[in-house]
């Protein structure tokens, strides 16, 4: 399928005069992003020459920039006068997903990645799209500037909300990005114990989300290097001593993994920080201690796991086994790296199972750093095997291989469709997707404000918003509705956002360009549906992916912010009369994933917990994910769980032996 994968288109009223130099350079800068977004697969060149054109490309771009100054920043209301009476157009990118869109090549469903555009065309495309898309709809030559509808006060009257205008504490986004407190030392592909390059001998850049610059060239693995590392899985599976290690061996082992987490928990951290954009504080006090509590609960599972007799109806011995699948395929997905690898490798391997685990493009270093560790505590070659690469050569072509047994898939639901298809197309290998969400926050007219509010910020803005189980549509009973809505934007204009590496910093930036501008474009879509955009809406500084925490009330459930996954920093606040109305309303989603409740009424909470359609319930809490609580979800959300002992069933067979007995004493 040809062509390409964004779609433009300029809309405005009135006449246009010439665009300025600002303007041109901006429109300058698109069309590289779009070119860059366009290009076959087929097409891309070696890394080494990619650079080359990445600095001409530079060059070029700049030259646009490097005698005029940068045109001013846009609100929503801003009168066209205020642009030097130039009215801005409207831009929209239209794109289902601009990174996994389903194609066809030789008959075979697959992945199509397009190459990463260039850092100067990042961050050019990004500012003009952000400014753009909050620049206000300029009524017809001569008339007033028309202010859009849905920018309306609290109060009823129209105009830009005082909240827009205040600044969020942003001061650690504006500083020189802080130097990393450590040294990429692993990008090569994990293969059979040893680190190796790819079989093409390419490579792509990982970029540092506060910038848009290059962190490190990682190998990229496609269909022969997955061919590779399934063959060395097979084979440590096969005849390695993996499977065939005492199940407390295997538990020493994972223990022995753990306690060097531990031992290295800044780096992984930091490694984790700066590939992805999380805070670092996240990070090194929560998520890698996470990861490690998580290797010693299936540490624990592994000589646990054991079979059943059962009685026969005759003369008969029954045993039910279970064993372990073979070799299982895993994709993890780039907003929990660390986490991710922790819920599918712990499970695979206390189960006696070997692996090839594919990391996501945009955050490969964690994984190989922590794969490195496993091997220092003992496990033998070629049971955990790791190929960083992309969707369309490297994860289809571990989906859709013949001699994978199970496959483990982190994603959106759109790409989980499509992996189950190659699944099933391929050898029929079971599968286990966890998938997106729109998660209900329901919260009753009984609560206490201050805290509802404090639980609902953290339930969506965690993670920068970047959290399938975000509770992405807050529900607010009506007599409490309006006090919760300032609060919440009281609350949200306190949000810390800047450098994840500073201390005390909420939110640092999103993972890359793409998502930065898929959020913006949600953000649009609220304003126009007539959603109240109380405060946020835009971008944070001219450099890296920052996105002001944003906050809409008056939400309707028939809106895209109300219905779809932004995975972002936008909080939906919708409002509600009673409890057979919002369940209703709550379950009124494709999605069933999660589900948070705050009330103070037992009764209300039970009739909450178990009218809700999701896969798990917080009451009174948010995103508590002990090892042993099972996570996944209903619906579109996904397949099967992960943690806890649900999460071992997908890494085990069953096997009923039966044998005859004779003269026996009992049966």
């Given at each position: 399928m040809g062509g390409p994968y964004v779609t433009l288109r300029c809309t405005s009223r009135g006449p246009h005069p010439v665009p300025s130099p600002q303007q041109s350079a901006a429109v300058v800068a698109i069309k590289i992003h779009l070119t860059s977004l366009s290009s076959p697969r087929s097409q891309r060149k070696s890394s080494r020459e990619r650079e080359g054109q990445r600095g001409g490309r530079q060059e070029a771009a700049g030259s646009h920039y490097s005698h005029q100054p940068a045109p001013p920043p846009l609100l929503l209301g801003t009168p066209?006068?205020?642009?030097?009476?130039?009215?801005?157009?409207?831009?929209?990118?239209?794109?289902?997903?601009?990174?996994?869109?389903?194609?066809?090549?030789?008959?075979?469903?697959?992945?199509?990645?397009?190459?990463?555009?260039?850092?100067?065309?990042?961050?050019?495309?990004?500012?003009?799209?952000?400014?753009?898309?909050?620049?206000?709809?300029?009524?017809?030559?001569?008339?007033?500037?028309?202010?859009?509808?849905?920018?309306?006060?609290?109060?009823?009257?129209?105009?830009?909300?005082?909240g827009v205008l205040q600044r969020f504490s942003t001061a650690a986004a504006a500083e020189e990005p802080i130097s990393p407190p450590v040294q990429v030392n692993y990008t090569k592909l994990l293969i059979n114990g040893n680190f190796v390059d790819s079989a093409s001998g390419k490579t792509f850049p990982t970029l540092d989300p506060r910038?848009?610059?290059?962190?490190?060239?990682?190998?990229?693995?496609?269909?022969?290097?997955?061919?590779?590392?399934?063959?060395?899985?097979?084979?440590?599976f096969d005849e390695g001593p993996w499977p065939k290690m005492t199940a407390y061996e295997r538990s020493l082992i994972l223990l022995r993994f753990a306690d060097l987490i531990e031992k290295h928990n800044d780096e992984i951290a930091a490694l984790e920080t700066w590939d992805n954009g999380k805070p670092y504080e996240q990070a090194a006090q929560?998520?890698?201690p996470m990861v490690a509590r998580l290797m010693r609960y299936y540490a624990g599972w592994a000589d646990k796991i054991h079979g059943l007799v059962v009685p026969a109806d005759g003369p008969h011995h029954v045993q039910v086994l279970h064993e372990p699948i073979g070799v299982a395929g895993q994709i993890i997905p780039w907003n929990f790296p660390l986490l991710m690898f922790s819920w599918k490798v712990g499970p695979a391997l206390a189960c006696g199972n070997t692996l090839v685990l594919k990391t996501a493009e945009q955050t490969p270093l964690s994984a190989l750093y922590i794969s490195k560790l496993l091997h220092e505590a003992g496990l033998p070659e070629g049971v955990v095997n790791v190929v960083s690469g992309f969707g369309p050569t490297a994860g289809a072509a571990l989906a859709s291989h013949m001699?994978?047994?199970?496959?483990?898939?982190?994603?959106?639901t759109d790409t989980g469709k499509i992996v189950l298809e190659l699944a099933a197309r391929s050898?029929?290998?079971?599968v286990t997707l966890e998938l997106g969400g729109k998660s209900p926050f329901v919260i009753m007219d009984d609560a206490d404000v201050d805290h509802a509010v404090e639980l609902a910020h953290f339930a969506l803005?965690?993670?920068?918003?970047?959290?399938?189980?975000?509770?992405?549509?807050?529900?607010?009973?009506?007599?409490?509705?309006?006090?919760?809505?300032?609060?919440?934007?009281?609350?949200?204009?306190?949000?810390?956002?800047?450098?994840?590496?500073?201390?005390?910093?909420?939110?640092?930036?999103?993972?890359?360009?793409?998502?930065?501008?898929?959020?913006?474009?949600?953000?649009?879509?609220?304003?126009?549906?007539?959603?109240?955009?109380?405060?946020?809406?835009?971008?944070?500084?001219?450099?890296?992916?920052?996105?002001?925490?944003?906050?809409?009330?008056?939400?309707?459930?028939?809106?895209?912010?109300?219905?779809?996954?932004?995975?972002?920093?936008?909080?939906?606040?919708?409002?509600?009369?009673?409890?057979?109305?919002?369940?209703?309303?709550?379950?009124?989603?494709?999605?069933?994933?999660?589900?948070?409740?705050?009330?103070?009424?037992?009764?209300?909470a039970n009739t909450l917990t178990r009218a809700l359609r999701v896969g798990t319930v917080w009451v009174n809490c948010f995103d508590v994910f002990?090892?042993?609580?099972?996570?996944?979800?209903?619906?579109?959300?996904?397949?099967?769980?992960?943690?806890?002992?649900?999460?071992?069933?997908?890494?085990?067979?069953?096997?009923?032996?039966?044998?005859?007995?004779?003269?026996?004493?009992?049966?």
């Open positions: 066209a006068a205020s642009t030097g009476g130039y009215p801005l157009p409207l831009l929209y990118l239209a794109a289902a997903d601009q990174r996994r869109q389903r194609v066809r090549f030789g008959g075979r469903n697959k992945f199509r990645t397009p190459p990463p555009p260039t850092p100067m065309a990042r961050r050019a495309a990004s500012s003009l799209v952000s400014r753009c898309l909050l620049a206000s709809r300029a009524a017809s030559a001569g008339a007033a500037p028309a202010v859009p509808s849905a920018l309306r006060r609290p109060d009823g009257t129209r105009g830009l909300l005082p910038t848009g610059e290059v962190i490190a060239h990682v190998a990229e693995g496609d269909a022969e290097d997955v061919n590779r590392a399934v063959a060395a899985a097979r084979k440590a929560i998520e890698v001699d994978v047994d199970k496959l483990a898939f982190t994603g959106s050898n029929l290998k079971p803005f965690f993670n920068q918003g970047q959290c399938c189980c975000a509770g992405s549509r807050t529900f607010v009973h009506e007599r409490i509705y309006d006090e919760f809505v300032e609060k919440a934007k009281a609350r949200a204009l306190k949000r810390v956002v800047g450098d994840p590496f500073k201390k005390g910093v909420e939110q640092g930036p999103q993972i890359d360009d793409e998502q930065f501008n898929k959020i913006l474009r949600y953000i649009r879509s609220g304003v126009d549906s007539g959603a109240t955009l109380m405060t946020g809406g835009d971008r944070l500084g001219d450099k890296g992916f920052y996105i002001q925490p944003t906050i809409f009330s008056d939400v309707q459930d028939g809106m895209k912010i109300a219905q779809e996954e932004i995975f972002g920093p936008v909080q939906s606040i919708l409002k509600f009369k009673d409890l057979n109305e919002v369940i209703k309303r709550a379950n009124a989603s494709q999605y069933g994933l999660a589900a948070g409740v705050f009330t103070k009424s037992l009764d209300t002990d090892a042993g609580i099972p996570f996944g979800g209903y619906k579109q959300s996904g397949i099967g769980r992960e943690k806890g002992i649900d999460s071992l069933k997908n890494y085990l067979q069953v096997k009923a032996v039966v044998t005859p007995i004779k003269n026996a004493a009992w049966l």
